[in-house]
């Protein structure tokens, strides 16, 4: 059974930094593409937004352009985990993180962080706060 587990929210000032962590299970990393999205509160009615995405077996990557030269996407296949390091946190970056999978057959990591998994996975969710 598919899971992927988000993990490493929390509370941060304004500036700091955050790593959230995707746990992955029964996948094979080099079979998907990979992406961490958010829901901003208030912001329900448009839906989750995709940050960056990354396509492990060559580590192709996108990024949402406010995020661009803040946030870092990675992977370790040894762990079957996929990470965002968050820095330079601003009050705009509040939400609930989500990551999710979809096959790495026609999609890109651009094309999955602009429309989401289509017949994939979503992990649970995990809260960040950015506030003083």
């Known amino acids: 059974q598919v899971q992927l587990v988000e993990s490493g929210g929390g509370l941060v000032q304004p500036g700091g930094s955050l790593r959230l962590s995707c746990a992955t299970s029964a996948i094979n990393l080099d079979e998907y593409i990979i992406g961490w999205f958010r829901q901003i509160p208030g912001k329900e009615r448009t839906g989750r937004e995709g940050?960056?995405?990354?396509?492990?077996?060559?580590?192709?990557?996108y990024y949402r352009v406010s995020v661009r030269g803040r946030f870092t996407i990675s992977r370790d296949n040894a762990k079957s985990t996929v990470y965002l390091q968050m820095d330079s946190l601003g009050p705009e970056d509040t939400a609930v993180y989500y990551c999710?999978?979809?096959?790495?057959?026609?999609?890109?990591?651009?094309?999955?962080?602009?429309?989401?998994?289509?017949?994939?996975?979503w992990g649970q969710g995990t809260q960040v706060t950015v506030s003083s």
């Open positions: 940050v960056s995405c990354i396509r492990p077996t060559d580590d192709d990557t």
């Open positions: 999710a999978a979809e096959r790495n057959e026609i999609i890109t990591p651009q094309s999955l962080c602009a429309t989401g998994p289509r017949n994939g996975f």
